[in-house]
């Protein structure tokens, strides 16, 4: 099964928290299990984030979410321009990442998301965009086997 959204939100910074509350809701009932879901929620976070911050002078910015039956991806863009984006794209392609200076706040989100994500990709036209990607196959269960917490949660009631 296939499913697809998108949703377009103000600049704000309290926005990302609602990216992150609308994204675990359908990312979980899409089925993903918790530890994707997680990681994709912290590398939507920073990007979200970045988006909010450096995405001027857009006013809004837009998550699309995609869920497949091998792969997740969301995609952040808007129509602002990336500070630096020759610099950000690299960032964003180059193998392997060299860590920034602590003090490189957007540098070390990039190298978080390339962390959590299986994939990465970043371009400047015609919207400044990051897409993260998400690899399903790598983590699900077979249908028949219960998560292996659930006999020991229902012993403990
Ligand atoms: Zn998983």
């Known amino acids: 099964?296939?499913?697809?959204?998108?949703?377009?939100?103000?600049?704000?910074?309290?926005?990302?928290?609602?990216v992150r509350d609308i994204l675990d809701t359908l990312l979980s009932r899409g089925g993903l299990c918790r530890e994707c879901v997680d990681d994709i929620l912290l590398a939507v976070s920073e990007a979200g984030a970045n988006a909010v911050e450096?995405?001027?002078?857009?006013?809004?910015?837009?998550?699309?979410?995609?869920?497949?039956?091998?792969?997740?991806?969301?995609?952040?863009?808007?129509?602002?321009?990336?500070?630096?984006?020759a610099h950000l794209a690299e960032r964003f392609a180059n193998d392997p990442v060299p860590l920034p200076?602590?003090?490189?706040?957007?540098?070390?989100?990039?190298?978080?998301?390339?962390?959590?994500?299986?994939?990465?990709?970043?371009?400047?036209e015609p919207r400044t965009m990051?897409?993260?990607?998400?690899?399903?196959?790598?983590?699900?269960?077979?249908?028949?086997?219960?998560p292996p917490e659930r006999s020991t949660r229902y012993a403990l009631l």
């Open 1 to 18: 099964m296939d499913a697809g959204f998108s949703i377009t939100l103000p600049r704000q910074a309290y926005t990302v928290a609602v």
């Open 54 to 85: 450096h995405g001027g002078p857009a006013p809004d910015y837009t998550v699309e979410a995609e869920l497949g039956p091998r792969w997740c991806e969301v995609r952040i863009s808007h129509t602002g321009r990336a500070p630096d984006e």
């Open 101 to 124: 200076s602590p003090e490189a706040e957007s540098g070390r989100g990039i190298v978080l998301m390339r962390y959590l994500m299986d994939e990465v990709a970043f371009q400047d």
């Open 130 to 146: 990051v897409a993260l990607r998400k690899r399903r196959t790598a983590c699900d269960r077979p249908l028949d086997s219960p």
